[in-house]
């Protein structure tokens, strides 16, 4: 007997998928470093879009600050745009130290490998 979850449908052209994403050949046994794999990747192109960003806000900022004309709610505003980005940028990076820290201190220094914390507990 099936249940109406395990039975087998047909869901048509509209409904592909976005592919095999390269696990054709993979074992189930693989998933938790697969996800620390998809963990890092995500984190890192965080961190480059926030770097990125910096960039952008910096160059925003010095603009600013040499288009001000001495007026001075102008080089304020400036001086706050430099400032929000590198402090934004500080913390993106501080982030995975502070995540480290955190589980240092709660005992659970494994936090930022999901896999090996996984491959630990006992089924």
């Given at each position: 007997m099936k249940l109406l979850t395990q039975a087998s449908q047909n869901l048509g052209p509209p409904l592909r998928g976005i592919g095999p994403l390269g696990l054709q050949n993979q074992s189930p046994a693989n998933a938790p470093s697969l996800f620390n794999k998809v963990l890092s990747t995500t984190i890192g192109l965080m961190t480059v879009v926030a770097a990125i960003f910096f960039t952008?806000?910096?160059?925003?900022?010095?603009?600013?600050?040499?288009?001000?004309?001495?007026?001075?709610?102008?080089?304020?505003?400036?001086?706050?745009?430099?400032?929000?980005?590198?402090v934004g940028l500080v913390i993106v990076i501080a982030?995975?130290?502070?995540?480290?820290?955190?589980g240092y201190l709660i005992g659970f220094d494994i936090i930022l490998n999901p896999a090996q914390f996984i491959n630990s507990v006992n089924l």
């Open positions: 952008f806000q910096i160059i925003a900022g010095a603009i600013s600050w040499m288009s001000a004309g001495g007026d001075k709610g102008a080089i304020e505003d400036a001086r706050k745009r430099i400032t929000n980005g590198i982030a995975v130290f502070i995540a480290q820290l955190i």
